[in-house]
């Protein structure tokens, strides 16, 4: 689908530019704050042709894109507002404070780290690299290729300061330039040669402990959040006629000292007692540590509490130039690997086959998303499988010592990071990781989806006239089961040949009938591009005469709404069949309308479903055109409506052909 497209109906069924507080993305998923989560239409959402699902956790709606998603994010800062800092918005004060503290801490950690994530795996890849080329002797520290390049690499740490200042600006909404500026003051020459020489300071007369900040992260994140505050303080008691000169001076001249006298060497020490903390734990058994690490990393990436973590692994590099945690989790991403091309070489279903190779490719990157939420996880064993084999892999890099030297996501392309102590052991538990969760995936095998469709049994007989509507496979079980039962002599190998002679013969088709009378229009024509374009799937619409929807065939509700606004539809011949009921009627919230039937019902063909007001919902200002939509529409060989521009509810408009 085009990226364009793609962001505008994301954003529209996020519930607009005006629900969402603040948006980010991670290499997946695009991140979303949301003010009014009943505005959020989730299950159109996740149906969307771009979108991988749907996931909300740690008080964020997480839409999972994969590897497309920063072009998605840049699409939707070019048509909205939601990139400009001057435009930020503010959850309302009853969503905040229903937020869990964890909740709001991991929104934070995120908010203000996965900006700088990207750029730096790109510094700690050139990083290992310049390494690498070092323990080789290809190249000599005082060569001045080598000192452009390690400028290149070590620019991003040593300043990181600066760098955090500007993304913790933006979370705490408070002045980014003279955010940058108390960082800058801290990492100025004059003041580090004050912590060098190691001479008394003081201000005012007052003693001040020099600490060294660059490369630190604590200090400066704490002196903008109290900055915020105080940036909100002074802009209320100064008048506005003098506020942008005034209040940047107070600010400037007021948290500089601050941070050197008491923030930063507090933030510091805090720094260095968790580093010591964390190698604390990780010394007293290094393998069960790691080991735990790994096998836990995906679950504390599905709920998004990873982030926690990850402010640990920057403070450990950023303190003691590596961290220990951040190699141990890395094995749990080449167990995904593992586990995804096993689906793709064991399963018979040509869909998910497609899906896991590709995913199987993204993850050999870093990028698990696609390949956890689209299939391990939905499949369970696969996901269980990675998990213990991680467990293996993560315990070698333990007893290694392996450790990394800057962030990045863990993938071929990264391995340089972890270049130095234990780099061979850390190539081994994830190669370990790989093969364990492949092997163990291939024996314990999953449900596949193509198996499980042959399975299924044969509907009871239609009654005399009415139309027969099967699926290629159903006819199939169906037909073993009478040539089962007339030749009771016969072979179990002679039924399954009959079945599959009668399934190579046959040729299915599927009636879909008008759920409401009205005026048959062609699905373009629908004022919604989510419809229109047909990324939903294909299907037609009616402009409704009536205020009441009948089942189209034969089959059961596979799912409802709380709005009352749209009905899911599995017919016994295998379509899948929404029913969406005027444009945006998800805001009525459920006004005027009323589900007759509920979820896992079973259905027949012309059983009334819901009713709803036609007259008050379009003096509400909606568009009442109803798309009837088959939703796995890639199932169907072929598809055919009726061109007559009206039906009356029961009679055929759409017919699908295997």
């Known amino acids: 689908m085009n990226t364009e497209v793609l962001a505008g109906n994301i954003l529209k069924l996020v519930g607009g530019e005006n629900n969402v ?64 800092d001057s435009k930020s918005k503010k959850a309302a004060p009853e969503q905040q404070n229903s937020a869990s503290v964890l909740g709001r801490l991991i929104d934070l950690v995120s908010g203000i780290f996965t900006p700088l994530l990207g750029a ?116 209320r008691h100064i008048h506005e006629s003098v506020r942008n000169i005034l209040t940047p001076f107070f600010l400037l001249t007021l948290m500089v000292p601050l941070t050197l006298m008491t923030i930063g060497p507090v933030g510091v020490s805090a720094s260095e007692a968790v580093a010591s903390l964390f190698v604390s734990i990780y010394g007293i058994n290094p393998i069960i540590a790691s080991a735990l690490m790994a096998a836990s990393w995906q679950i504390l990436v599905i709920f998004g ?50 899906l896991a190779g590709s995913s199987f490719i993204a ?10 939420y689209g299939v391990t996880l939905k499949l369970k064993k696969p996901f269980v499988c990675a998990v213990i084999a ?48 492949l092997v163990l995936t291939l024996l314990v095998g999953f449900d596949d989806p193509a198996l499980k469709s042959t399975a299924q049994t044969a509907p009871s007989a239609p009654a005399t006239g009415e139309k027969r509507t099967v699926s290629t496979e159903t006819s199939a079980a169906a037909t073993a089961a009478t040539a089962a039962t007339a030749a009771t002599a016969a072979t179990a190998a002679t039924a399954a040949m009959a079945a599959m002679a009668a399934t190579a013969a046959q040729v299915v088709n599927e009636q879909i009938a008008a759920p409401i009378s009205g005026t048959v229009i062609p699905l373009t024509a629908v ?15 009616i402009v409704p005469d009536e205020g009441r929807v009948y089942s189209p065939v034969d089959g059961h509700i596979a799912s409802t709404f709380a709005s009352g606004h749209a009905i899911g ?75 007559k521009p009206h039906s009356r509810s029961g009679e055929p408009v759409m017919a699908l052909s295997l």
């Open 21 to 84: 507080a603040s948006l980010v993305h991670c290499a997946t998923r695009l991140r979303f704050k949301i003010i009014d989560n009943s505005k959020v239409n989730q299950p159109e959402l996740e149906a969307l042709d771009g979108v991988i699902t749907v996931v909300r956790g740690s008080g964020q709606l997480q839409v999972v894109i994969g590897n497309r998603v920063p072009d998605v994010f840049r699409a939707i800062g070019a048509i909205s507002g939601l990139l400009d």
């Open 120 to 235: 730096m795996a790109a510094a700690g890849v050139l990083k290992g690299a310049l390494a690498i080329v070092l323990a080789a002797g290809w190249m000599t520290s005082k060569e001045t290729t080598y000192i452009i390049l390690h400028a290149a690499s070590d620019s991003l740490f040593y300043f990181l300061p600066m760098l955090l200042a500007i993304t913790s600006a933006r979370k705490f909404e408070t002045n980014v330039f003279v955010a940058v500026s108390i960082a800058g003051a801290l990492i100025y020459p004059s003041i580090q040669q004050l912590f060098t020489a190691g001479n008394p300071v003081t201000f005012f007369g007052l003693p001040v402990m020099m600490m060294k900040y660059t490369g630190t992260v604590i200090p400066i994140i704490f002196s903008v959040w109290l900055m915020s505050i105080l940036e909100r303080f002074l802009n």
């Open 305 to 354: 509490v990873h982030w926690g973590f990850v402010t640990v692994f920057i403070n450990d590099i950023s303190v003691m130039g590596h961290s220990y945690l951040k190699a141990a989790s890395s094995p749990s991403v080449f167990a995904q690997s593992g586990a995804l091309l096993a689906v793709m070489l064991r399963t018979k279903d040509k869909k998910l086959k497609a």
């Open 363 to 372: 993850s050999l990157f870093g990028i698990t998303e696609p390949g956890v």
């Open 390 to 437: 991680a467990g293996f892999g993560g315990a070698i890099a333990g007893y290694a010592k392996s450790s990394a030297i800057s962030m990045g996501m863990p993938g071929l392309l990264t391995l340089p990071i972890f270049y130095g102590e234990g780099f061979i052991g850390f190539v081994i538990g994830c190669v370990v990781a790989f093969a364990a969760s």
């Open 527 to 541: 004022d919604d591009k989510v419809f229109s374009s047909g990324i939903v799937g294909q299907g037609f619409a």
């Open 569 to 643: 539809i599995n017919s016994t011949g295998g379509a899948e069949i929404l029913i969406h009921v005027g444009i945006n009627t998800v805001q009525l919230e459920g006004q005027h309308f009323q589900m007759q039937v509920k979820e896992g019902d079973e259905v027949k063909k012309g059983q009334l479903l819901l009713t709803f007001d036609l007259d008050e919902i379009k003096k509400a200002g909606y568009d009442t055109v109803t798309p009837v939509i088959v939703t796995n529409s890639e199932a169907w060989r072929e598809m055919q409506i009726s061109d």
